[in-house]
């Protein structure tokens, strides 16, 4: 599967952004996918997964209340939600697939991985 994030940019703190991920291929629907994020000078990091019926979600808790995954199917994508952004968020965000089981934090699970987009929260 190839993986196309988008939908990053500059925000002040406090505001929101959406970012998608468009995946390639018709077995969408049994991965797992995932979004990351790596600031500058710091190891990737997990934000949230989602399983592939989207019932399912996890998040690290820096983000839990103000982020939301989804995902939509029917059209290959998935989605990050992000409300009232923190200057701590600001890194380039990648989004992420898997097929095995489990809701794994760790880089290395992932098989298949977009090319990152930054999101950039001014203080």
């Known amino acids: 599967v190839q993986l196309q994030a988008s939908g990053g940019g500059l925000v002040p703190a406090g505001g929101s952004l959406r970012l998608s991920c468009a995946a390639s291929?018709?077995?969408?629907?049994?991965?797992?996918m995932a979004w990351f994020r790596q600031a500058p000078g710091k190891e990737r990091e997990f934000v949230a997964v989602?399983?592939?019926?989207?019932?399912?979600?996890y998040y690290t808790d820096s983000v839990k209340g103000r982020f939301t995954i989804s995902r939509d199917n029917a059209k290959n994508t998935v989605y990050l939600q992000m409300n009232s952004l923190k200057p701590e968020d600001t890194a380039l965000y990648y989004c992420?697939?898997?097929?095995?089981?489990?809701?794994?934090?760790?880089?290395?699970?992932?098989?298949?991985w977009g090319q990152g987009t930054q999101v950039t929260v001014s203080s």
């Open positions: 291929g018709r077995t969408f629907s049994t991965y797992r």
């Open positions: 992420a697939a898997k097929t095995s089981l489990g809701f794994d934090p760790k880089a290395a699970a992932y098989s298949y």
């Open positions: 989602i399983g592939w019926n989207g019932v399912s979600t």
